[in-house]
């Protein structure tokens, strides 16, 4: 399968530049690229120009073509935007049934895709009550049920724990055949050894294109996570933004939460915390870890007071900040600068939004909506706008996920700042370079460390 970019230009609406910018670019059958780059250079959009959703789901104002030939699967990098039925095997069914496959065919490839994704919690299980990276593996499952001629991967990794990365990345490898494979990442160590090509994009315009030997000499952007950078060191957050109105500790007593699935067919009830117990305190960052689907989000939830237990108690303040794994899920305004304003706003305070915006990188943005970002923009907004309010409790699932090395450590800093502040913080993440006082070790919804 051939893709091909000839003189393209894509502004979104409203945007003051374009995010592709007269892109010149060529894939040819069988061939396998990482496309990289700074947060937002362009490379989720130049995927979504490929799959042919802008100007379509995605409006703004083109120039230029693209030319595309053959069967395309692409994973997001939001996996629940992908999601269209309520159980994981008639999800990953979805594609082949839309091929008009044979019922025994779509059958095999939906078990075949799930086993080789590592999803093992049977057809049956509900898509409600998988965790972020479940719901990673199971997007991609969908995509490579469709045995696609070029397979178009945007993040695929950054939800999961290392182990489980590499896993799913041999998945990939295994099944993409002679496929055609576009991947976009970060963390991109993992993939340099398995693809012929490296493309760095940087203002929506190449700024390398060659082999992976050359790229490893190149003198590419500082903020690329190159193999044997050390992390960078987290950035200076004024006091001012991050210092909080009352600081609150957290205790938790033997909380067991369940996730519950109801619909007309039947009712899941799947055992998500099991006992926890864990004291938080002001001035410390804790972080949750453990593998993909160990219980960390919902040990996260379950300490800020925001799911009933089935039993057990936590003691956690009424003021809080909560930033979700999908930041969209967050946003209650329509431009950056409403949705940072509008948690001050709810407990009468005041937040000096434009040096919130120059922290975190969205200087010129705060008219735009906060969907027109990219991933990693959403993120630190999503941050920065659950803690516009200075809370005393500031609890992040998965807040460096979707960062280079310079905004990473925006991230970083803040919530390293929080805490130093006076702030309790918490955060769940597989990011083992994100500086922390502890780790608390999830394993099917047990502390074990």
Same mark, same amino acid.
């Given at each position: ?37 700074? &947060?937002? &250079?362009?490379? $989720? ?17 083109? $120039? ?13 990098? *939001? ?13 990953? #069914?979805?594609?082949?049934? *839309? ?50 001629? @070029? ?24 099944? +993409? ?6 991947? =976009? ?43 044997? /950078? ?19 500790? =957290? ?7 369940? /996730?519950?699935? /109801? ?28 593998? &993909? ?17 089935? &039993? ?40 000096? +939004?434009?040096?919130? @915006? ?29 803690? #516009? ?21 925006? +991230? ?15 955060? $769940? ?17 047990? =502390?074990?460390?």
């Amino acid at each position: 399968m051939t893709v091909a970019f000839h003189d393209y230009s894509w502004t979104p609406l409203h945007a003051r530049r374009p995010a592709l910018d007269r892109l010149d670019l060529r894939i040819d059958p069988g061939e396998r690229v990482l496309l990289v780059g700074p &947060s937002g &250079s362009g490379k $989720s959009t130049a995927l979504h120009a490929i799959a042919g959703a802008l100007g379509t789901t995605l409006v703004g104002e083109a $120039s230029g073509s693209v030319e595309v030939h053959g069967r395309i699967g692409m994973v997001t990098q *939001n996996p629940s935007s992908s999601i269209v039925a309520d159980r994981i095997g008639r999800d990953v #069914a979805f594609g082949p049934e *839309n091929l008009g496959l044979p019922r025994e065919e779509i059958w095999r490839r939906v078990d075949a895709a799930l086993e080789a994704v590592g999803l093992d919690q049977g057809r049956e299980r509900f898509t409600s009550a998988l965790s972020g990276g479940e719901r990673h593996r199971l997007a991609l499952a969908g995509a490579l049920a469709t045995e696609p001629d @070029l397979l178009l991967l945007d993040e695929p990794t950054s939800m999961l724990d290392a182990e489980l990365a590499a896993e799913v990345r041999d998945a990939v490898l295994r099944v +993409v055949g002679d496929c055609s494979l576009l991947v =976009v990442e970060h963390r991109f160590e993992l993939w340099l050894d398995h693809v012929d090509r490296v493309v760095v994009l940087e203002e929506g315009r190449p700024v390398f294109d060659g082999s992976v030997p050359s790229f490893r000499g190149a003198a590419v952007p500082e903020a690329l996570w190159m193999p044997g /950078r050390p992390a960078p060191e987290p950035a200076w957050i004024p006091e001012e933004l991050v210092h909080p109105f009352a600081p609150a500790g =957290v205790t938790a007593r033997a909380l067991v939460i369940d /996730r519950v699935t /109801r619909t007309l067919r039947g009712t899941e009830r799947t055992r998500a915390v099991d006992g926890l117990t864990l004291e938080l305190a002001p001035g410390t960052l804790t972080a949750l870890v453990g593998r &993909s689907g160990a219980g960390k989000s919902t040990a996260l939830l379950a300490l800020g007071g925001l799911l009933e237990p089935v &039993s057990g108690e936590v003691d956690a303040p009424a003021e809080l900040g909560w930033c979700p794994q999908d930041p969209e899920l967050g946003f209650v305004a329509r431009t950056v600068r409403e949705e940072l304003e509008a948690s001050p706003a709810a407990f009468g305070r005041t937040v000096d +939004v434009d040096a919130v @915006l120059e922290v975190i990188g969205l200087v010129g943005r705060g008219d735009d909506h906060p969907y027109r970002l990219s991933g990693g923009e959403q993120r630190r907004l999503a941050l920065a706008a659950s803690c #516009a309010h200075r809370p005393g409790l500031v609890l992040a699932d998965e807040p460096t996920v979707g960062q280079d090395r310079g905004t990473w450590a925006t +991230v970083a800093g803040w919530l390293g700042a929080s805490a130093q502040a006076g702030a309790t913080v918490a955060v $769940s993440t597989h990011d083992p370079d994100l500086p922390r006082d502890r780790d608390v070790v999830l394993h099917e919804g047990v =502390v074990v460390r």
